[in-house]
């Protein structure tokens, strides 16, 4: 004991920047503090680090304020609590922790990947088991994982309680923990100079918002893109403030909404999320987001770094014939047109969800990379359409089935156990990812070659059958759908 609180003294008074063993605990020295984290084979972690002060009471519904500086020892073994949502039990507002894995004993500095987690800003969180960074830190790279306000709590708009009326607080959040990476990830062995964000879904839309934003420009270097929405337009400040005005007539004329309990705030916004499923998400503030993801990469307004982009070959599933019918009937096709598009699908329930796949997310990735490779930025697409073998004989909906394979975890909810073939499929990914971090270039190795997407609609087709480059298969298709 007195050997680990020498130590600890003489780090202190030597003022090193980058995290140290202490007996069998990692150490780092932060802003906030003085850090021990916890190691478990070849990783060290550091779980539940505030990189904002707790939204709570008079802070809920205002920009993330910093934590205080401190010289005190704390602990960092747990996961801070999940941010407010009615799926989850435990949640709280006072949400906005990340988390660092690294490789232990490894000298930096090292690669950085922070990831943004999905769940339609109304859920989800970092310290879901699937994104354990452990096997992603094995490879050399410091992986971040971060919280950020969700639903009500992170993008409600009402001009009374946000004095500029800006709703997106859940992505000043990620602008926050950008800005804690930025200052703070050299204590931990990673290099501030080296960050690449990467997401899916909504998080995904977070990261494409924040290659459009000022207030984000610099914080990161590199962007991977997972199953984005790209086509789809903001709420406008109209649009949001109208919402906001219902959910505080949902919760109560008399009510203070800074005081009212969390329980509360959760059934106001179920109230509105069954009308209106864009109720709470990113709107056009004229701030910290101007315009539309799509309108902002064809003016060549976003960040001109590397970016990989794409989606996985079935995105969704219908578990009503009512949302088979209503999706048929947005495509504006003709039954017998969707039917020449898709001839190699049987059911109409198969037909509304590769539709669906197509529209929402296909062919804007396209549309997307073909912006950003306009840009001269270099641009990466692929295409995940690879379906663990013991799924095979029923492959349900392929939402987020490539998060397993990239994070490599088995065995937890939401990831089954893999196959060797799995396994080697996951490594390759794993491989792709980790060398975009490092160099803005997913080759390397033994690894098949991807191409850039510049000039015609190449990219990397991640198949049951191999991992290759080509043009795409399905472009012509998807012409037509953009039309």
Known sequence: MRSLLALIAFILLAGWAMAQPVGQFPFALTR????????????ASFKGLAYAAPPVGALRW?????TPESSEMQTAYKYGAPCLQPALVETSEDCLTLNVFRPFGVDGPLPVMMFIHGGGFVSGTASAPLFDGARLAQAG???????????????????????????NYGLMDLVAALHWVHDNIAAFGGDPGNVTLFGHDAGATSIALLMLSAQARGLFHKAILQSIPARTQLRSAQEAEAAGRQFMAALGP???????????????????LETSRRSFAPMIDGHLVTEDIAAGFAAGHQSRIP????????????????DVKEEVASSGLTSDELRKLYPDLATPSELAARFYTDRIFTEPARELARLHAASGAATFRYRFAYVPEARRANPEGGR???LQFIFGVEGVLGAGIFSRGDREVAT???????????????????LPRWDQAAG??????ITNDRIASGDDPVAARLDRLAR
């Open 456 to 461: 015609r609609d190449r990219l990397l087709l």
């Open 62 to 66: 205002r920009p993330p304020q910093p």
């Open 400 to 402: 987020g089935r490539e």
């Open 428 to 446: 390759r990914m794993r491989s792709y990812w980790i060398n975009f971090a490092r160099s803005g270039d997913p080759n390397g190795g033994d």
């Open 254 to 272: 008399q009510a203070d909404a800074r005081a009212a309990e969390p329980r509360r705030l959760l059934a106001a916004q179920s109230r509105l």
């Open 307 to 322: 970016v990989i982009i794409g989606s996985n070959e079935d995105e969704t599933g219908f578990d009503s014939a009512r």
């Open 141 to 167: 790279v410091i992986v971040v994982t971060a919280n950020y306000r969700l639903g009500a709590l992170g993008w409600l708009a009402d001009p009374a309680l946000s004095e500029g009326g800006s709703g």
């Open 32 to 43: 906030e503090g003085q850090m021990l984290g916890a190691v478990e084979g070849e990783v």
